[in-house]
């Protein structure tokens, strides 16, 4: 099954904030800063619906994902 780039759903929104917390731990961050990073990594089925977010998938299983905030021609990449 090939990797496919699409639009995130709110409904993937837990497995979002999965691999955003996998993709943080990735890089041995200390368990006291990744316990304060929890709300912010976390994505909720609000922020996808408000905000373009693409995921990596393949089948059902996510892989990465991107998001872009900010408004008018000033962009954050997620």
Do not use: N, Q
């Amino acid at each position: 099954m090939d990797l496919v780039i699409r639009p995130a759903r709110p409904e993937e929104a837990p497995g979002l904030t999965r691999v955003a917390r996998a993709a943080k731990r990735h890089w041995r961050y200390p368990e006291d800063w990744m316990r304060l990073w929890r709300d912010a990594l976390a994505v909720t089925p609000e922020f996808v619906r408000r905000h373009p977010v693409s995921c990596a998938a393949r089948g059902a299983s996510l892989g990465g994902f991107y998001a872009l905030t900010g408004t008018g021609a000033t962009r954050e990449l997620e």
